[in-house]
């Protein structure tokens, strides 16, 4: 199809998969509140106490879903909900002025609960402004239950859920009905619903502007969550193109099953390490179940994001060292705390540029003790030496040696304090900042290894901010500045024996495997769910032949005319199912 019809709609690929179903608007009635008095102050607080309680009686009922559905580390959202319900302060400030203003419970709750969530709001960090809709959730629920109104806790069989956004909660009441895929009108791909769908493997378009006033109940809807596109009561070629579409899906599905244990190895025998992202800890399953050689990146930050302040070390070894068991004798690469950027900062600080700003290696640097409490339980729970330590956002040689000091010392405390640990763990460090890219022969002299994280790297190059939609289509992962700069890296790494690998978001775009290959990289970590599609790529292509495609890419002076080289080559040399999500 080239041009979108008028009935298609446009968001961010948060899933992938593509359904067709119909759409159930899912619009959760905001629950209004009237500024009125009431006539008896103890009844009202007795009313309000039921509503506490029957509120936390649903919420468990959420959790122990979510332990079971979602697995324990991301279940414990709801009992962070859960403490909101029991936090004592705003229980009493609740109690006390509705004994002072006599006004309606639910008028005080919402006044309460809001002024709160606007704080949320008012951060520049991505991740707060997302943990604002959670509490909506907790204020409408003690509201309902203020009003005596029933709980919706199923919904319809088989359709595509159409709504404003989606919170933790909404999702795990879904994962016990058989919906067919999400859209809604906010989040990124950082947001729950993204990660939620991802993990329950359930097609996702989020960030549709607008969708729950463009699609009605009913409509049939198509969801195509490789692309991003929802198209609205299709025609019959939208249909019939759709139909075909997931035929050849389902044949491609089980082709790839059947690869799981083969190795991604080319035609012509070029070998290609691949590896996971590790983002949350059920999807270690998943990694290991693809057939992946290990993990190349596990995003700390992610997996301790549910605990309120900083994991202790014990609390961060016993995580570690489960990974390293449940990988072994792969090798975990995990990543020290990439906080700062859009990812949220423990303390109370406001930056004007966050991305340029206090992350990754420059804020654990400044919290020494921080730093260290992580480095020691990943050191501790490196005993069967399948553990590797890597450094996000370094942008100078002396950081480099600052760090490797520091890991010095964790290692002489260790070793007084007889704990056993690899005495050779291997440092190595993500190259993510453009003066790192043009320094990186002098960077590898100093750690065993390199990952290029192109998520950044990209972002730093162009000066496109990576989470900004107004600027989305100048984020391009083909801009000629972007290959030339990753050609350098691969070259200088080589020249110098040093290890690289790339885990950014670009492996995980199947157009950009042949062309990767083909500028000299020889190991991939990717987001889990495009494992599979990565490997097929890989042992459907020739090196000899992506080696002339990369070369002829580097001479091109134009994002779209790499684009079209790449697609025009995948669509040429692999088999046709490839086509379904390209
Ligand atoms: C990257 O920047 O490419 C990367 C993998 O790190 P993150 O997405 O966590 O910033
Ligand atoms: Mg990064």
Redesign the pocket.
């Given at each position: 199809m080239d041009e979108p019809k008028k009935n298609t709609l446009k968001g961010v690929a948060a899933a992938p998969g593509i359904s067709i179903c119909n759409a159930y608007l899912y619009t959760k009635e905001i629950e209004s509140v009237q500024d009125d008095f009431v006539s008896d102050v103890e009844e009202a607080k007795n009313n309000l106490r039921d509503a506490l309680e029957k509120s936390k009686k649903e919420l468990s009922k959420i959790f122990s879903l979510a332990v079971d559905k979602l697995g324990e580390n991301r279940a414990a959202i709801f009992e962070a909900q859960m403490m909101i319900l029991d936090d004592p302060v705003l229980i009493k400030n609740i109690c006390l002025r509705i004994e002072k203003e006599k006004k309606l419970p639910e008028y005080i709750v919402d006044d309460e609960i809001t002024k709160y969530q606007d704080l949320l709001k008012a951060s520049h960090e991505p991740y707060m402004k997302e943990r604002s809709h959670d509490i909506e959730d907790i204020k409408n629920r003690i509201i309902r239950n203020l009003k005596k109104k029933k709980w919706q806790s199923k919904i319809k069989d088989e359709v595509i859920v159409v709504t404003e956004s989606i919170t933790p909660a909404d999702t795990v009441v879904f994962s016990r009905s058989n919906i067919k895929g999400y859209v809604t009108n906010f989040g990124g791909l950082t947001s729950h619903a993204a990660i939620v769908a991802r993990s329950l493997n359930i097609p996702a378009v989020v960030g549709v502007h607008d969708a729950i006033n463009k699609i009605e109940d009913n409509d049939i809807v198509i969801i195509d969550g490789f692309h991003g596109d929802v198209i609205v009561n299709p025609d019959e070629e939208q249909l019939a193109f759709y139909n075909e579409k997931i035929e050849k899906l389902q044949k491609y599905d089980s082709e790839l099953l059947k690869i799981k244990d083969e190795p991604a190895v080319t035609l012509d025998g070029h070998k290609i390490e691949l590896q996971g992202n590790l983002d949350l800890l059920d999807e270690i399953e998943y990694i290991i179940q693809s057939g992946a050689k290990g993990i190349g990146?596990v995003?700390t930050e992610q997996i301790f994001q549910e605990i309120d302040g900083f994991p202790d070390e014990e609390q961060q070894f016993a995580v570690y060292e489960d990974i390293s068991e449940k990988i072994y004798p792969n090798v975990a690469t995990i990543r020290a705390f990439?906080i700062g950027g859009d990812k949220v900062l423990p303390f109370d600080v406001k930056e004007p540029n966050p991305f340029l700003g206090w992350r990754g290696i420059r804020f654990l640097l400044d919290n020494l003790q921080l730093f260290k409490t992580q480095l020691r339980a990943m050191l501790k729970a490196s005993s069967h030496k399948n553990i590797s330590i890597m450094i996000?956002m370094v942008s100078s040689i002396k950081e480099v040696r600052r760090l490797k000091a520091v890991i010095d010392e964790c290692k002489e405390e260790l070793k007084k304090e007889n704990i056993k640990f690899d005495k050779s763990i291997k440092v190595g460090i993500?190259i993510?900042v453009p003066s790192a890219a043009f320094m990186v022969k002098e960077y590898a002299e100093e750690v065993d290894f390199i990952s290029v994280?192109?998520?950044?790297?990209i972002q730093y190059l162009l000066a496109v901010d990576r989470t900004n939609d107004i600027v989305s289509d100048q984020y391009q992962e083909f801009h000629p500045s972007v290959i030339r700069t990753l050609k350098y890296i691969f070259d200088e790494c080589k020249k110098s024996k040093t290890k690289v690998s790339l885990?950014?978001?670009m492996a995980a775009d199947i157009l950009a495997i042949p062309l990767l290959i083909g500028l000299g990289l020889t190991s991939i970590s990717s987001s889990p769910s495009a494992l599979p599609y990565i490997k097929k790529v890989i042992r459907g292509i020739k090196y000899k032949e992506v080696k002339r495609i990369a070369e002829k890419c580097l001479k091109y002076k134009t994002e779209e005319e790499i684009s079209e080289e790449l697609r025009k080559f995948l669509q040429t040399h692999l088999i046709a199912e490839t086509e379904t999500i390209l």
């Open positions: 990146l995003r990439d996000p993500m993510e994280g192109t998520n950044d790297l885990c950014g978001e």
